[in-house]
């Protein structure tokens, strides 16, 4: 899997956006994120639009039960991604949120029969702590956990941790929020932008980190994926992390 990915929660439904995605595999993007609430459907329909053309390395992953409401409801937001998404199987699928008001067991109990029946390949959380992410893998393997990370914002420090030391594929979410002396000083020592210094932070992180910048744009895209070849020093990294 290509460390960085796609962020797609302002994909809405057109053929510019579907050439987008075309175009994003085509320069080597192969995890692509999405979810059932973003642009009411309409990502996961543009996605599922331009998969038939993807190579089959092309790794999707969705999320339902960011509302709550229960597990009749998640299964519900599943089953519109299965449709959305012309998938019978979905590669990655992680609960979105948390529903306080249903034991986390049950609701991996109820992705697990999908696991079990074939429907879903792997089971990701979001926004979970290390608390949270042991008792869904008491039911049933967690691949993936998509929490909010980045230079910014660090609140998830043990639930990366605890990843990394899980081989658990931990993505961050907003990875590129503001910026600081730091990141420009470094940026214009390698001649890179701010951005691709961000995410060069994040990918030395931890070898499990994988984020997902948004984008709408070609540019930025490219941008992005040239961060994958950035060598930041040890002191880079200090300076950046203080």
Known sequence: MTRIGLGTNRLAESAENR??????????VNFIDTAHVYVGGESERTIGSALPSFPKEVLVGTKGGYNGGGNDVLRAELEQSFERLAVETIPLYYLHRVDPEVPIE???GLLKGYRDEGRITHI????????????ARSVVP???????????ERNHEEALEHCASEGIVFVPFFPLRRSSPAVA???ARHDVTPTQVKLAWLLRRAPVVAPIPGTLSREHLKENLAALDIELSPEDVEALSG
């Open 106 to 108: 049950e609701t991996m």
């Open 19 to 28: 050439a987008f995605l075309e175009a994003a595999v085509e320069a080597g």
């Open 142 to 152: 967690i691949a993936a956990v998509q929490n909010e990370y980045s230079l910014a």
């Open 185 to 187: 000083e470094i940026a």
């Open 124 to 135: 990701g959380l979001s926004e979970v702590s290390v608390d949270q992410i042991e008792r």
